[in-house]
Structures are given as C-alpha cells and as structure tokens.
C-alpha cells in the first residue's frame, strides 16, 4: 500500500540513462521513501521494465511517472500522471491524456493513479523545451498556478520542477504558503546534503535525480539530509 503523506524523499530514476547494480542498490538501500521512475526522451516499454525488474530485487515501493502511452508498463505499485499547468503546446495538458484514455482509459486501476500539477521553471529543462513551457512567472503567477491546481482542480500534488537546475527555495516556500491539501514535490539540481535539506524545509517531498549518475556518494547523503539520521 503505497502512502505518498509518508514520502520526504525519493530518488528519480531514468530508464534512459545507465546505472550499475552496485549503485541501484546503494540507492535502493538508502533508506529513501520510494523510486519513482521516469524521463522525459528515450524512455520506452523496453527500457522501463527493465529498471522496474531491477528496482524489484528490493521492498521499496517502486513507482512510474508516465510520460508516454507507450511506455506504461504493469506491475508498478503506482502510477503518477503529470499535467504541465504552464506547458504553452497545449496537448500537454489534456491532449495526451485524452489519447491514452482512448486507448487504455478501460484497464486503468484508479486506485493506483495520483495526478500531478507540474510547474515547471528551468527554461533549460528538457521538459520545458518539449512542452513550451513558459518559465518566466513572478512568485504572484507561480502562486496562482499553485492556487490552481490545489483548489480548483484539487490535485493530490503540485510539482515544482527545476530539472538541472537548483531552484529559489523562497519560491518554494511561497508556493508551500498557498497550498491547502496538495502535497508539494520540489525536484532539480539537488547536488548535496545542504541543498536537498534547505529544499526540505518547504517542500514536502524532495526529488532526487540526476546527482545519482553523477556523484553517487552525494546522492546517497542527500537521504538523511532530509529524513534526518
Ligand atoms: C527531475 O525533478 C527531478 O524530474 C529531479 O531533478 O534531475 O535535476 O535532480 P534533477
């Protein structure tokens, strides 16, 4: 049973990228809250699987940010469905969605569905360039966005995304002050203890990605940086 109100910490895995055995275990044993799979280019059934039988081998939960259709593969314990609130190609709001419902939308488990509001505000990030996303927003329009999707739309999570790039945590923090029921995930640029602890002091749930394939032993410290030893 997977309680997302317990995670403080997770690793991001990308199915697109290579990580040894020695290393998935380190990160597997970690001590971290779960795995959250997903990528934003390469990512496809094959590659995915492949991660999920590997991340198996070990009791954390094991969860897939889907990002295409083709890509969704079964016998993960969850399943998050991100919805870029500021994407200007609009199919990424509601328009690929729409399209794998038509497919899938009969065998979907909803129980094991949470949706997430992405804000995302890294120009650079590969996802903002996919999705057009607009990052240039004043803390006014991050809030409205955080306002949004919190209480409008009523998403489980809104998801400050900086990808490759460490963010404002004052912006984190304004964002925080807004929310009523969301969870708030906070994930980019996180490359040491110090910056995955000063992250956690206004987002909920911290996201760890990239520092794993680059520096294994800072990514590993940034676990009790969060949770506390
Ligand atoms: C990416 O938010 C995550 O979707 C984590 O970002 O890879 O920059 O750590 P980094």
Known sequence: MINMEEWRHVFKLDPDKEISDEHLDKICESGTDAIIVGGTSGVSFDNTIDLLARVRRYLIPCILEVSNVQAVVPGF????????????????????????????????????????????????????????????????EIKAYGRLADQMLKLPIVYLEYSGAYGDPEIVRQLKSVLHQARLFYGGGIRSADQAQEMSN????????????????????????????
Do not use: C
């Open 77 to 140: 314990d969850y399943y998050l469905v991100p919805i870029v609130l500021n994407a200007e190609k609009s199919e990424w709001i509601f328009q690929r969605h729409v399209e794998g419902l038509m497919e899938y939308g009969s065998l979907v488990k909803w129980n094991e569905v949470a949706t997430e509001g992405y804000i995302i505000l890294n120009p650079e990030a590969e996802a903002a360039r996919l999705t057009g996303a607009k990052t240039s927003l004043d803390t006014e």
């Open 202 to 229: 206004w987002a909920d749930t911290v996201v760890v990605g990239n520092v794993i394939y680059e520096d294994i032993g800072q990514a590993l410290k940034t676990v009790a940086a969060v949770k506390g030893s």
